[in-house]
């Protein structure tokens, strides 16, 4: 499996045939280094509903004839608009052709681009080829983080790091001890003026827990 960080908090993963994309915000994304219309995904996984994160969701799913996985309300909208979706809600979890996906809590809020409600935020775990992967979208730091680990053994999470709009540097060393995955990625930081972070010091809190912590610049990809 390739798991390749677009930016901000876009992850794009393929696996065999399948390929997923999480967060699609690349249109208006001063770091993407694609453009949208490059994406060949067949599967669009939402966290919520902010601009920064629904991003190019109609166009690539459009393009691609992908399938849209996120909550209810989210999914709604999109099969408004003519696209397919499956809704999914917090605590759930469903076996997709790519592999499974769970809707974990996270505390934040969401809304449609267009301002209308969309439901709860969610965080993503996903079984893939026997790897786990949590995405914990937008959150603050949150104690049931600990059950989370405690219920899956995680091999890579991404949190974000930014501050302002979610957990900052801090707060997500924390999530990290509690989330127990062998390697952090930090994300949702550096994209606009106010989420600037200093990712070396990141990954050296992150390293004296005794965890790994892979900073990924735009771009970049990792296999495992
Ligand atoms: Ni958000
Ligand atoms: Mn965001």
Redesign the pocket.
Known sequence: MNIKFIGHSCIEIESGDNSLIIDPFITGNPLAKIKANEIKSKFILLT?G?A??FGDTLEIAGENDALIIATAEIAYFCEKMHRKAHAMNLGGAFTFPFGKVKLTLAH???SLPDGSYAGD?AGLLLNIEGKTIYHAG?TALFYDMKLIGETEKIDFAFLPIGDN??MGIDDAVKAAEYINADTIIPIHYNTFDVIKQDAIDFKRKIESIGKKCVIMQPGDSIKI
Request: glycine share 0%.
């Open positions: 919520h902010h920064d994160h934040h809020s969401s935020p937008d709009f979610t």
